[in-house]
């Protein structure tokens, strides 16, 4: 009798059976459609551009431009695992069949860390198919890789991005309960904090938008980028993320009613 | 088969108010036990409790000698209904059922057969929000039943049911109870667990107030005779003379307790005393539970006003 695999195969039984996941993926190959489109007329302005405005084209990553959306539509399935229960009052069957609580957040975070890890390699391998097959082999500064294996730490690291953002916004939603807080605070925390940054005096620009998740990508990854963090900082943040965002998650569902 | 509830001086406070106060009680195998008190004397709370939603202030509840979160694999053990509409809308009935049913290690066959059991198969596949209130009260004893426990525990199961579907329950229960299970429903109206509860547990402002069988309590009734006559005192000293005891009432009747009507007839017509009236008076179960948990009801209704 294996308690926390049972649990686990009961969590993913229920994100498969749940419509929002699937209107959340939905979401992120939408975003990936969309930035396939721009990537896309980008390249065409730089066909027609002369050779001195080609140098001076920014970098076309597509993971910059498309990760952020996908990190929010994959990490809302994560914040569901928990709020979907509390919303609809199935809290009550699901405390009753695991009332375990630590087991049953570790059974919903288990699942919540494969649906990040497999659906941020998946679309970060789709942004990168994008890129490959629209910036073929032009130079440098557009095409980020005109080497294809210059892209792996990078595709790596948005993928283990995005299971962190999923494992965070299922700590956001332990802690708050309700989905559209959950949905909202995270929208703030990948979509809204990286804008809001530049707001900020040029000293506290760089610095917030260092610790930033999205931006924690190329950090991680050790590619060209203008933020503050070393690798081993970029991993360290990282680590604090979900260190954080677990043990908060976890002592507001142990202690609380339900 | 069943196993025992016990309770030990089980306490829930939120902030000042005390929802359920030091209540020690045991629930046996075998019968159907009714949880009864007005509206707010604390039986969600303490059914709560009991299946580990809501942590005690202070005091233990066990499960056959166990709290509920130390069951692994609860299901097999405890099957429970607390809220009717505490399944997700956008699921069917089967997946609801077997989400469930997979964290305990249940199969899909078990998940069907409780779904024919309650007579929901044919919605099997049907997504919840579209059941009425009926279907939905039926699913959660489904739920219940998943792991054929050996002790049910429900919330109000007939709230909101038609007569129909409160027959269908009081038989499920009762056969469920006579395959020695340990069954605890709670209610806020004695009418409906006069026909279905062997035992009765009342409960009042948190606070325990009665632990006692049906028929205990239908024999604890006053049962008293309403005597008309315009010879009062003659028929009261021959009553008293039978063992009867009688007082009178402000219209000059007399109430007798202690013997019957036939009896009060028989012994007027033989001391030649006219009888105008004669009338027998039981209290009804509902009655005698109205009066044990009057004063924790008025006490609430005072105390809500207050508040407002
Ligand atoms: N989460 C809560 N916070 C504050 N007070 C609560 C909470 N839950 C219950 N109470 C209070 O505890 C008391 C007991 O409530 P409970 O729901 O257990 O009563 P009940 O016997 O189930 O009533 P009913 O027959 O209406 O279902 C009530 O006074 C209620 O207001
Ligand atoms: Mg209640």
Redesign the interface.
Known sequence: ?N?FR??V???W??VR????TWAFLAGGVATTALGALILFSLVQSYDAATPADRANFETADPTVVTMPFVMFFIGAIGAMLIT??YT???I??????????RLLLGAKATVAGLVGLGCGALFALLAFADARLVLGDRPKPINPWPQWTGAIPTILCAALIVLVTCLVAMGLGAIVRSTAAALTTLGALVLVAPIFAHFLPTVWQLRLASILLPNLTPQLAGSDHPYLLSQGGAAAVTAAYVLIALTAGAVSFS?R?? | MGSMIELKELTKRYGDTTAVDRLSFEVRPGVVTGFLGPNGAGKSTTMRMMLGLHRPTAGVALIGGRRYDEIRHPLHEVGAVLDADAAHPGRSAFTHLACLARSNGIGKARVNAVLDQVGLAAVAHKRVGGFSLGMRQRLGIAGALLGDPAVVLLDEPVNGLDAAGIRWIRSTLRSLAAEGRTVLLSSHLMSEMAVTVDRVLIIGKGRLIEDTSVAEMRDRFERDVLVRTPRTAELTGVLTRLGATVTRTGDGDLVTVGVDAPAIGDAAAAASIPVHGLTPRSATLEDVYLEMTNEAAEYRAVAEGDRR
């Open positions: 009798m308690v049972d649990a195969a009961a969590e039984m229920k059976t749940l419509r929002s979907s229960e609809t009052r199935s009550g069957p699901a405390l009753l069949a695991v009332p375990q609580r202690r009613d339900a």
